[in-house]
């Protein structure tokens, strides 16, 4: 799906954004438009190919469109799958985000904002998300990027977007490498995951403990160690073979979990030592540690 948009005299990049309601596709949109996309909310599917003719005309200054697209459009947002194919038909490529986030926050945060959920007009938010997921099924599994904004504030989002989405076309495989800990749950949009508890933990360190993975101290005392060693030497063969295999499949973006107990000492180590390793090798490597700040 990733590409530029029309057939005529001047290509367009479109980028259509949708999920789930409260997910987060404003700010998405918001940070969009902050990259000099043209933006347009709420466009139901129907319009989309017409947004992507009157962009591509001899002469249009527009070189990139965003369009938000979701349940709100009501009965014409159920012709998405089929507005989705007439795209590919007509040879219009495009690029899918999807936005998501756990029942818990997206009920929070329709009840902090007073909103009504657009699939639930008694009242009932549960059920409406209930609804909403189901309906969107299909949607996610064919989207480019999928993205779980139950951990990441409306700043976060925007950076992420800006660093790992908006420039795609350009940079090839995006890689996210996240550290967290496992008591506060794992990454919900994670592609590969992997288990650093076995490691030794500074955490058991007087010195070390209120420290992070990003301190030299604790970086030195995991990386050191004879089995992160032993480690590194059956993770690098294999990340090295799977990255380029996901190249070449076509996938654009690529979300690395690494986890520890707290996510403070060592997934935040092993994780910055993997994102200086691969990055300029090809990839853009974003970091983010998600529970380091936690207690």
């Known amino acids: 799906m990733e590409g530029q948009a029309g057939g005529n005299d001047h290509p367009v990049e479109l980028t259509i954004i949708t999920g789930l309601s409260g997910a987060g596709k404003s700010h998405a949109m918001a ?42 459009g009501g009965q014409y947002f159920e012709e998405i799958d089929r507005c989705l194919k007439d795209l590919d038909g007509r040879g219009i490529t495009y690029r899918l985000l999807y936005l998501e986030a756990s029942d818990q ?19 009932n938010i549960p059920e409406g998300i209930r609804r909403e997921r189901e309906m969107l099924a299909g949607l996610k ?4 990027w999928v993205i779980d904004t139950t951990d990441l504030n409306v700043h976060e989002l925007r950076s992420h977007i800006v660093e790992s989405v908006v420039p795609v076309g350009t940079m ?37 403990k209120p420290l992070t993975g990003v301190d030299k101290a604790v970086r030195d005392y995991v990386i050191k160690a004879q089995a992160v060693k032993q480690f590194f030497e059956r993770l690098t063969p ?18 690395i979990g690494v986890g520890c107990t707290g996510g403070r000492h060592r997934s935040v180590a092993i994780a910055e030592w993997l994102a200086k390793r691969y990055r300029g090798q090809k990839y853009n490597v974003i970091l983010r540690h998600r529970d380091i700040a936690k207690d």
């Open 31 to 72: 940070a969009f438009e902050d990259a000099g996309f043209f933006c347009i909310d709420n466009l139901p599917p129907q319009m989309i190919p017409a947004a992507a003719d009157l962009f591509s005309v001899e002469g249009s200054k527009v070189e990139k469109v965003a369009v938000v697209s979701d349940v709100r």
């Open 172 to 208: 090839g495989l995006v890689i996210t490498l996240v550290s967290f800990g496992y008591k506060f749950g794992t990454p919900l949009d994670a592609d590969l995951v992997f288990d650093v508890r076995f490691l030794p933990n500074p955490n058991y360190d007087p010195k070390l």
């Open 141 to 144: 599994q064919r989207a480019d």
């Open 238 to 255: 294999l990340l090295d073979y799977l990255l380029p295999m996901y190249v070449a499949e076509g996938k654009s973006n690529l979300t």
């Open 105 to 123: 926050v997206l009920l929070r945060r329709f009840k902090e904002t007073r909103r009504p959920h657009p699939l639930a007009p008694d009242g």
